[in-house]
């Protein structure tokens, strides 16, 4: 089964700065997908980027810019220039397609914080 | 854009009596939707996938009698909790998949709290 790992409960950066949120998953499979979501306190999803694993450069969105390392099963996110509305919950994701049917595999979230 | 609703936003309940959440795809047809459950400060974990005209698939755990998912039309899914328990408080989000979009579309979430 796959799995995501988020190995950073809590992260804090500096309003303007760059900060660097880690993943990590596990599958087998060659061809898949990746998100990063962000979870504000209205707790409504918002999708950040989105890596498709055939493809080899990294995706980026304005501020935000992933550092996908298939071989090594990482996907980081990146965030320049920090913004205080970037504060939230950060969740990866895995999305994996069995039996026809797809299914989003969600890491434990980072909690970011943006100091002013 | 796609924008996915979700009715009630919070509701508060007995114990023993059945609660229906609905999801409802805005602007697109969704083919399927998919029912998430987020307890406080965890993650989501994906409870069932609805595809409409036929019956959900669960996911391992997740009690088929007590969660039904009913999928009428392409636009809308339900998610009644039967017989509900203050365990079942928790936070409900629903998903919807647009055709030709790599990606799931979340509604608001429905807090629900069983007194």
């Known amino acids: 089964a796959q799995t995501v790992t988020q190995s950073q409960p809590e992260m804090s950066v500096q309003e303007a700065e760059t900060v660097t949120l880690s993943c990590t998953y596990d599958?087998?499979?060659?061809?898949?997908?990746l998100f990063w979501y962000k979870q504000p306190p209205s707790r409504q999803m918002i999708l950040v980027i989105r890596q498709e694993a055939y493809k080899q450069q990294n995706a980026t969105e304005n501020r935000f810019s992933v550092n996908f390392q298939k071989a090594a099963k990482s996907f980081s996110l990146k965030i320049s220039d920090s913004q205080l509305g970037d504060a939230a919950m950060y969740f990866c994701a895995y999305r994996t397609v069995r039996g026809g049917s797809e299914k989003l595999v969600f890491g434990k979230g980072t909690k970011l914080t943006v100091n002013p | 854009g796609a924008v996915v609703s979700q009715h009630p936003s919070w509701v508060i309940c007995k114990s023993g009596t059945s609660v229906k959440i609905e999801c409802r795809s805005l602007?697109?047809?969704?083919?399927?939707m998919f029912w998430y459950r987020q307890f406080p400060k965890q993650s989501l974990m994906l409870m069932a996938t609805s595809n409409e005209g036929s019956k959900a698939t669960y996911e391992q755990g997740v009690e088929k009698d007590k969660f039904l998912i009913n999928h009428a039309s392409l636009t809308l899914s339900t998610l009644t909790v039967t017989s509900a328990h203050p365990e079942d408080s928790s936070f409900y989000i629903c998903s919807a998949r647009r055709p030709s979009y790599n990606e799931q579309f979340f509604g608001p979430g429905t807090r629900l709290t069983v007194l």
């Open positions: 599958t087998s499979e060659s061809d898949y997908y």
């Open positions: 602007d697109f047809q969704a083919t399927t």
